[in-house]
C-alpha cells in the first residue's frame, strides 16, 4: 500500500514538474495598454496552452483582457539565452500575468 502510495506521488510531481518545465519553456514578449488614463507596458507571459503564435496571442489577450489591459501586440517568443534581458526590460511586468 505504501509503495503504490509512493509511486502515485512521485508520478504526480513527475508531472507536475513537466508542464512547469514546458510552460516555463514557452515564454512571449508583449505590449500592452490600458486607457483613462493611457497606460502602456511591456511584459513577458508564460504561455500554458500551445506553444504556437496564434494559440499565444489568444491566451496572451484573455489573460490581459481578465486584468483591465488590452494587448496591442505579441512580439516575440522569448530566446531562453537571452531571459535576463528581458526580466530586465519587463520589470513587474514580468511573469505577472
Known sequence: MKTEFFSLLT???????ISTA???????????KRDNPLQLH??????????DTQSAQQETAARLRSNGWE???????????KIN???ETAGEFFLRY
Not at 508520478?11 to 514538474?17: D, F, I, K
Not at 514546458?22 to 500592452?32: G, H, I, P, T, V
Not at 511584459?43 to 506553444?51: F, K, L
Open 11 to 17: 508520478g504526480v510531481v513527475l508531472l507536475s514538474a
Open 22 to 32: 514546458q510552460a516555463s519553456d514557452c515564454l512571449y514578449a508583449y505590449k500592452a
Open 42 to 51: 511591456y511584459g513577458v507571459i508564460a504561455i500554458v496552452g500551445r506553444c
Open 71 to 81: 494587448l496591442l501586440v505579441l512580439l516575440e517568443r522569448v530566446v531562453p539565452s
Open 85 to 87: 534581458q528581458y526580466r
